[in-house]
């Protein structure tokens, strides 16, 4: 180890550490911030393209039909559904990145949220049941969720869009933490 690196144990980091601790004042506990896991960008990529199908079909049907059956200032219609897409693509990204997870000693914490921040904490002995699914439209987008199941139904949450290995890794670990962590009760 080099002499003055960070991980330090001898005397002359310890020295350096107290003389910082006493240029700082009184010892304030340093808590362990835990580390987040942002969802991978298939999630947004897989709401976008499902916005644009859906809102391009309105687009469509606002602004096609009354042009041809009415008269074609009824056209005008579309702008409508375009605005709402370009909307719900800016809306569509600031959910993404709001999401996050951290795995801690003993509990699991979900952050999701942009307007109303939630945060879950579920501690890993009152998990019950861990569940990965993947629906038709996830699976083509190489995408799974991670349920989790408390016996409370207030603390059940999910990890939405994660990439089908993190996943199954996600779940085996959870499973076992909360195995672990109820055999202790």
Do not use: C, K
């Amino acid at each position: 180890m080099e002499t003055g690196s960070p991980d330090d144990t001898g005397t002359a980091g310890a020295a350096r550490a107290a003389g910082a601790a006493d240029r700082a004042g009184p010892a304030v506990p340093v808590r362990d911030e835990p580390v987040w896991t942002g969802l991978p960008p298939g999630l947004l990529h897989m709401r976008r393209l499902l916005l644009v199908v859906w809102l391009g079909l309105l687009t469509l049907a606002a602004g096609v039909l009354p042009a041809l059956f009415l008269d074609p200032a009824w056209a005008a219609l579309a702008l409508l559904p375009l605005a709402l897409m370009a909307w719900g693509w800016v809306m569509l990204g600031r959910n993404w990145r709001s999401w996050r997870y951290a795995e801690r000693a003993d509990d699991l914490l979900i952050s999701r949220g942009v307007l109303w921040r939630e945060e879950t904490v579920v501690p890993y002995g009152r998990m019950q049941l861990v569940e990965v699914t993947s629906g038709p439209v996830e699976r083509h987008f190489g995408l799974a969720s991670v349920q989790l199941h408390t016996a409370a139904a207030a603390t059940d949450a999910t990890i939405p869009g994660l990439d089908p290995a993190e996943a199954e890794r996600l779940r085996d670990r959870l499973t076992e933490l909360g195995e672990a962590r109820s055999a202790g009760l």
